[in-house]
């Protein structure tokens, strides 16, 4: 089920910088042809949203998120699995403030209405996805915290 999961949330983010180059790719071609495509940052914008807010997920739970081994490679093995639980335990709380931030962002402007100004995408929504992987980010975290070690 995880790696299923894990499959699914490549697809979804590479579909995402997919949409992102070929809305890109459209707007180019046709400011170069001499009609352009309006609104096309704003719908690339939201692509590139899904794309990363994807991978910050993807990325807590391949741990391939940025180390430094230049300590780690000089300490114990119980030194290295302390280091690791901490680096994961930091993890986690970065996204839990980003999530507090975000969601607090989130809340002050829900009944706003907030729409960009040519497509008209509901940011509100946008908002909550990436809040919503926020969270997986943090809970995938926090499974690594207590679950088996890798």
Avoid at 19 to 28: E, H, L, R, W
Avoid at 45 to 66: D, E, F, K, M, N
């Amino acid at each position: 089920m995880i790696a299923r999961t894990y499959r699914l949330a490549i697809w979804l983010g590479g579909l995402a910088l997919l949409a992102a180059a070929m809305i890109d790719t459209v707007s180019v071609t046709g400011r170069n042809l001499g009609s352009g495509f309006h609104g096309s940052i704003e719908l690339i914008q939201a692509a590139v949203l899904v794309a990363g807010a994807i991978a910050l997920a993807i990325a807590v739970g391949s741990r391939t998120y940025a180390r430094v081994h230049l300590l780690t490679e000089r300490v114990s093995d119980s030194g290295k699995l302390w280091m690791e639980r901490a680096a994961i335990v930091l993890v986690a709380l970065f996204f839990l403030f980003i999530l507090a931030g975000s969601t607090w962002i989130a809340a002050d402007l829900w009944s706003g209405q907030e729409l960009s100004e040519v497509m008209g995408v509901p940011w509100r929504w946008m908002r909550l996805f990436a809040n919503l992987c926020f969270v997986a980010a943090i809970l995938i975290a926090l499974r690594q915290l207590w679950g088996p070690r890798r």
